[in-house]
């Protein structure tokens, strides 16, 4: 069949990749996918110390939110903040994300064992 389209009672059928790119255009989900990449890049973009202590958990909109050990960790992040976004964004092939919003992890487990790492300095 490939990416042919074909009618059945007046119908058309369009192929499923078609409908759901024009689904994601219409609603704006398609940027918000493809800012998704940005989880993926926060190890290569932050670094292997940075990384250990920290979590990409979503991304909202523009915004990556992102777990951190502590919030001597919190404080230091945020002021390198803008030097993040542009290393991040520097990597991502999709729509630039607007903003980095970190929050203290639940517990030092939680994101240690869910991100696979080893307890982090800092």
Known sequence: MG???RERGGERFAPVAEVLEGYLERTGLGDSLARLT????WAAAVGERVSAVTRPVEVRGETLVVEV????WINELSMMGE???ERLNARGAGP???R???RLAET????????GRLHGHG
């Open 108 to 115: 030092k487990d939680n994101l240690t064992q869910s991100s």
């Open 3 to 5: 990416t042919e389209r």
């Open 96 to 98: 630039p994300i607007g």
């Open 83 to 85: 030097l993040i976004l």
């Open 100 to 102: 980095i919003r970190f």
């Open 69 to 72: 050990l502590s919030s001597a």
């Open 38 to 41: 940005a989880m993926d890049e």
